[in-house]
Nanobody, 120 residues
Framework: QVHLVESGGGLVQPGGSLRLSCAAYGIIFRINDMGWYRQAPGKQRELVATITSGESTNYADSVKGRFTISRDDVKSTLYLQMNSLKPEDTAVYYC??????????????WGQGTQVTVSS
């Protein structure tokens, strides 16, 4: 079965940068829309950014100008470049992908999450 694996999280100081990766494993016919979500302690999961198969992007207002979402379909990998990080960016970050299989079945798959902590 297919699954997503995030990496790149960690501890960073305010103003610093991190680059998150999300690799898809398994036999996939096509990867459609992909996105990054995050969930801070005591808060609900929120959308951070999305990117379509045509590389059209959308960002939450809180991260516009600081985060950049991208994808590499050859490597079946999603990225999130995070610059000028703030303490309020601290959360567990999850990647998501809408996967289409050879049988034409479509499934939304989530990664296990990676912790990002922004603190002095």
């Amino acid at each position: 079965q297919v699954h997503l694996v995030e990496s790149g999280g960690g501890l960073v100081q305010p103003g610093g940068s991190l680059r998150l990766s999300c690799a898809a494993y398994g036999i996939i016919f096509r990867i459609n829309d992909m996105g990054w979500y995050r969930q801070a302690p005591g808060k609900q999961r929120e959308l951070v950014a999305t990117i379509t198969s045509g590389e059209s992007t959308n960002y939450a207002d809180s991260v516009k100008g600081r985060f950049t979402i991208s994808r590499d379909d050859v490597k079946s990998t999603l990225y999130l470049q995070m610059n000028s990080l703030k303490p309020e960016d601290t959360a567990v970050y999850y990647c998501n992908a809408d996967l289409e299989f050879l049988t034409s079945r479509v499934e939304r798959v989530w990664g296990q999450g990676t912790q990002v902590t922004v603190s002095s």
